[in-house]
């Protein structure tokens, strides 16, 4: 594949993912709240789902970012993690309990943490002239 096509596709690709990731943030956060009360859960328990996505994402992140760096291709990878986060995202519309929302949240922020290995990609496709541009 010609390099200028791969650079598009990956831009399309990244575009897409981010997105999608942006859809879930607006159904999740007005929500949330509202959804673990109805299961039982306190403004503490709250803060732990709402806080574990992040924490997943952190430490997936890290473990992405390593395993982007060593493999130098990240397509894979990617797909992995959206499946984590389409797993998350299913156990969490199921809502039996709010023990499996924390689960569905910690799924979706290890997900999430795979933007650390796109960013490794676009480092890969990209000259030292153009990453500015690219990253903001």
């Known amino acids: 594949m010609e390099l200028r ?4 596709l ?3 690709g990244l575009a897409v993912w981010f997105f999608f990731a942006g859809v879930e943030y607006a ?3 007005p929500t949330a709240w509202l959804y673990v009360e109805s299961l039982g859960g306190d ?3 709250f803060g732990m789902m709402f806080s574990s996505f992040s924490a997943a994402g952190l430490v997936s992140g890290i473990l992405f970012g390593i395993w982007a760096d060593r493999v130098g291709k990240t397509k894979w990878i990617v797909i992995f ?5 389409i797993a998350g995202n299913l156990l969490y519309s199921v809502g039996i309990s709010k023990y499996l929302i924390l689960v569905s949240r910690l799924l979706s922020g290890a997900g999430a943490g795979v933007g650390s290995a796109i960013f490794a990609q676009l ?3 990209s000259a030292n002239e153009e990453r500015t541009r690219i990253f903001s």
């Open 5 to 8: 096509t791969k650079k598009v």
């Open 10 to 12: 990956t831009n399309v």
């Open 27 to 29: 159904v999740i956060i």
């Open 43 to 45: 403004k503490f328990f």
């Open 81 to 85: 993690a959206n499946l984590w986060a």
């Open 123 to 125: 480092t890969h496709t």
